[in-house]
């Protein structure tokens, strides 16, 4: 259905752009999305999210919940080929993990992701 090149940006067979398809694109995509700051994309200043300013932020609940929030609107305006069933967020030191479940639109297929941040 989609392929194109995936993120981080590899070389592939021949020197040419790794292609991934479908579901692993998708992830690659969610991925670019909340790892990127809002403001860092010259033409699109309002693409990504606002992830990085979360860092210095103590590891408690409140941030689990700001986590939460920031990834499901970046993803909900960013990424229109998904909808998201589920984000869970797990505080462990100096990390949150956060687990992302989603479902396809088009073809109703459920996707993972586990997206680790050290704060």
């Known amino acids: ?8 940006f590899e ?3 021949y020197g040419y752009p790794n292609i991934k398809k479908d579901i692993e694109l998708i992830k ?3 991925k670019q999305i909340l790892l990127t700051r ?8 309002n693409f990504g999210s606002n992830l990085h ?10 941030l689990a919940e700001l986590v939460k929030v920031e990834v499901e609107e970046a993803i909900g305006e960013w990424e229109p080929r998904v909808e998201i069933v589920e984000v869970e967020t797990l505080r462990k030191g100096y990390e949150v993990k956060v687990y992302i479940t989603f479902r396809i639109v088009e ?3 459920v996707g993972f ?4 941040l050290t704060i």
């Open 1 to 8: 259905m989609w392929s194109g090149p995936g993120f981080p």
């Open 11 to 13: 070389k592939g067979v």
């Open 28 to 30: 690659d995509s969610i």
């Open 38 to 45: 809002k403001g860092e994309r010259v033409m699109l200043r």
């Open 53 to 62: 300013k979360l860092i210095f932020e103590p590891n408690d609940e409140l």
């Open 107 to 109: 073809t109703e297929e």
């Open 113 to 116: 992701l586990e997206l680790p």
